[in-house]
């Protein structure tokens, strides 16, 4: 399953997919089903290079993408699942043992810790909870970053994890220890 809408039985009438089609080159592509993009089906379709720029066909960007394609064909897929799985199992057994994390959830390597005050009220940490003033998340992804991980906010009280898709179970084990470590310090300094 290549794209989110897989998992949730959707089929979009067209897909745009850029930056991991040529691992961070400048390429993209527009994938549509056959009869809106399909010139002999459909007159009104896009006709061949319709979308097309000065700069399409870069042989050094297809090369990228050609080799891209390769890796995501031989196995990459499957590695994010099977590690984005094994990541959020170890986070959430972390859950249990961590009164700030409130839910832990995910896709594939797209993995999301909620951090919170209570865990029954779901009530999140003020913005200034540290004796900095600075919030939990930026704590914690300050740390971490100290630590040799990086780790993003995001909305009021979250981390996100994204991880390169072809991350280890090792890495993500080091990863984690590195987390788990700096979520044990956090939760000293705030009791």
Not at 68 to 79: H, V, W
Not at 156 to 165: A, F, V, Y
Not at 168 to 180: P, R, W
Request: proline share 3%.
């Amino acid at each position: 399953e290549w794209f989110a809408c897989d998992h949730v039985d959707t089929a979009p009438d067209i897909i745009l997919i850029a930056k991991a089609i040529a691992s961070g080159f400048p390429m993209s592509a527009t994938v549509g089903k056959a009869e809106l993009m399909d010139s002999e089906v459909d007159t009104r379709a896009w006709r061949s290079g319709a979308h097309g720029s000065t700069f399409g066909g870069n042989p050094v960007i297809s090369a990228a993408g050609i080799a891209s394609l390769k890796i995501i064909e031989d196995g990459l897929i499957q590695n994010a699942t099977e590690v984005g799985s094994f990541i959020k199992e170890k986070l959430i057994e972390m859950m249990d043992r961590h009164a700030i994390i409130g839910e832990v959830r995910g896709l594939g390597l797209m993995i999301g810790i909620e951090l919170v005050r209570d865990k029954k009220s779901k009530e999140y940490f003020p913005n200034d909870v540290t004796e900095n003033g600075k919030n939990i998340k930026e704590v914690i992804t300050g740390e971490c970053f100290k630590h040799g991980l990086i780790l993003y906010g995001a909305g009021i009280s979250s981390l996100r994890i994204l991880p390169p898709l072809m991350i280890t179970k090792d890495d993500a084990d080091a990863a984690l220890e590195i987390i788990e470590e700096v979520i044990t310090n956090v939760e000293k300094q705030l009791s």
